[in-house]
């Protein structure tokens, strides 16, 4: 081999080992899993929002108008019996003392009718407490007693002052609990039977409802008469529209 033909081997040896060399690097930064990442913010979960707190001027400008009740309906004179000892309503017109020292607004209506059969009756009690707190623990007082109140039983006659006296009757109950607009509600659903001697119209439907948002509660009962074999669906949707109502306006 002459020493031309050498150097040009060592040339092309040279060559060969930094194409090798190259080859191996791009192959080992190809072969990295180390790959640019973006970094992640930490995730929160949002904090649940505080109840609301109903001021005195809020609830008195949102209270439904007897328009807004019914047909023909109009303020009336508060003469059921839990409003006259400052209570709330429940099973057989019995009477719950709400607990703490809440404002309290009693309102009655009534409608215009000559016949039994159509007689319309809602009473609303709205109390606002000065903390959702209070609000919250007279739910549950409501609640408990609702859920206490026997399936059945008769009630016997009642005086309530001269020359009034309430019929004796039989009763049913029933509750069912769910949310509606927002605010946790319970409802207790009561037949009355009133011995059919004493009123033709002698079945009324009752709807006992408590809603409870923030600061405020609201207690009401609705109940319309119907014949014996009336049903009390009827009277069980117009309690909701109207309580539907007057859960809106407040928000």
């Given amino acids: 081999m002459t020493r031309d033909s050498t150097r040009a081997t060592n040339r092309r040896g040279r060559l060969i080992a930094v194409t090798l060399a190259a080859i191996a690097?791009?192959?080992?930064?190809?072969?990295?899993?180390?790959?640019?990442?973006?970094?992640?913010?930490?995730?929160?979960?949002?904090?649940?929002?505080?109840?609301?707190?109903?001021?005195?001027?809020?609830?008195?400008?949102?209270?439904?108008?007897?328009?807004?009740?019914?047909?023909?309906?109009?303020?009336?004179?508060?003469?059921?019996?839990?409003?006259?000892?400052?209570?709330?309503?429940?099973?057989?017109?019995?009477?719950?003392?709400l607990p703490g020292d809440p404002e309290l607004i009693f309102r009655q209506f009534a409608n215009r009718t000559r016949r039994a059969a159509d007689e319309v009756r809602y009473a609303q009690l709205i109390a606002r407490f000065p903390s959702p707190a209070g609000a919250a623990e007279a739910y549950t007082t409501l609640r408990q007693k609702a859920r206490s109140c026997p399936a059945k039983q008769h009630v016997p006659p009642r005086r309530v002052r001269k020359n009034f006296t309430l019929f004796p009757h039989d009763d049913t109950w029933r509750v069912n609990e769910d949310s509606l607009m927002g605010w946790q509600h319970l409802r207790g659903l009561e037949r009355q039977v009133i011995p059919r001697n004493y009123t033709k119209y002698n079945v009324l439907h009752y709807m006992y409802d408590y809603a409870v948002r923030g600061n405020l509660l609201i207690a009401t009962a609705y109940w319309e008469r119907t014949e014996p074999d009336g049903s009390g669906e009827p009277t069980a949707g117009r309690a909701t529209e109207i309580l539907t109502k007057q859960l809106r306006k407040l928000g």
């Fill in 25 to 97: 690097g791009i192959t080992s930064c190809s072969g990295s899993d180390e790959r640019p990442r973006t970094r992640q913010a930490p995730t929160t979960s949002p904090s649940p929002s505080a109840p609301p707190r109903y001021t005195a001027e809020h609830v008195r400008a949102r209270l439904l108008t007897p328009e807004e009740v019914g047909k023909e309906i109009f303020s009336a004179p508060v003469e059921f019996l839990p409003f006259k000892s400052k209570k709330a309503p429940s099973c057989s017109l019995s009477e719950v003392k």
